[in-house]
């Protein structure tokens, strides 16, 4: 059974940086995609950020240039620097993985961007 455990949430100023981590447990296979998505109060889940296991990524409109995601596939483990945080950026921020016949989430972590 696959299990994906998120860490890095927390409260941040306006301008500031967090790094969000996610590592899958058993057997995810060489070919994968993953990535982050976020959902606010009263709006849908969006994507964030994908990687693929080949390399290819993608992001959402709204953090090119700031946010950049990363994975060591050694650790399964996929990351997310985000870097000039903004109050829109607040949200729950989950953790995805796409194999070829099954997705996995996991259970989120909160991203507060506040003064």
């Known amino acids: 059974q696959v299990q994906l455990v998120e860490s890095g949430g927390g409260l941040v100023q306006p301008g500031g940086s967090l790094r969000l981590s996610c590592a899958a447990s058993?057997?995810?296979?060489?070919?994968?995609?993953m990535g982050w998505y976020r959902q606010a109060p009263g709006n849908q889940r969006e994507l964030v950020a994908a990687i693929g296991s080949g390399g290819g990524i993608n992001y959402a409109d709204s953090v090119k240039g700031r946010f950049t995601i990363y994975r060591e596939n050694a650790k399964n483990t996929v990351y997310l620097q985000m870097n000039s945080l903004k109050p829109e950026d607040t949200a729950v921020y989950y953790c995805?993985?796409?194999?070829?016949?099954?997705?996995?989430w996991g259970k989120g972590t909160l991203v507060t961007v506040s003064s």
């Open positions: 058993g057997n995810i296979g060489s070919v994968n995609t």
């Open positions: 995805k993985l796409l194999l070829p016949t099954t997705t996995y």
